[in-house]
């Protein structure tokens, strides 16, 4: 079970769990109850009242997966992984490997399965080979301030 603050299991309604922190607050300020604890720092305490509602909503959420189609919970993972992909080929420099990494994870999931993944079959491949076409324009591009090019960072996905 994910912790207060922590992104739960997606739901159909796009769930997630919990808010994350304000920045706002005085350091050493009492955390709200489900809020995250700072990075590093001790948890907040939970009352009865908030560990109970934290697992009625965990319930909730369970429920609600459990009742989604599989192909849609599965095509959904898929889409998080183009989006993972196209974040670490922005940064600058790009992140070659991470992008590389979550595209060949990517390929596995939708080659293997292939029509199984229902009506998202034909979007995720066109999204498998758009994202690796510009993986490869990317990499071979010269690098902006002496980062490693492709052939030092692993070459193109597979």
């Known amino acids: 079970m994910p ?5 739960g299991p997606p739901g159909p309604a796009g769930a997630s769990g919990g808010a994350p ?3 706002g607050e005085a350091p050493g300020a009492a955390a709200p109850p489900g809020a995250a604890a700072p990075p590093g720092g001790p948890e907040p305490e939970l009352g009865a ?3 109970e509602s934290l697992r009625a909503e ?14 849609d919970v599965v095509a959904n993972h898929c889409y998080g992984l183009f989006q993972l992909a196209v974040l670490h080929l ?16 990517l390929g596995a999931v939708v080659e293997a ?12 491949r066109e999204a498998l080979a758009s994202i ?3 993986y ?23």
């Open 113 to 124: 399965l292939g029509e199984r993944l229902g009506e998202a079959t034909t979007s995720l």
């Open 3 to 7: 912790r207060p603050g922590e992104p």
């Open 132 to 134: 690796r076409l510009t």
């Open 58 to 71: 965990m319930a909730e959420l369970e429920r609600q997966l459990a009742a989604a189609p599989a192909e």
């Open 90 to 105: 922005r940064e600058r420099p790009p992140h070659l490997d991470a992008a590389r990494l979550a595209i060949d994870a």
């Open 49 to 51: 009242e908030d560990e």
């Open 21 to 23: 922190p304000s920045s």
């Open 136 to 158: 490869v324009q990317i990499a071979g591009a010269p690098p902006a301030t002496g980062a490693p090019t492709a052939g030092e960072r692993g070459g193109a996905p597979g």
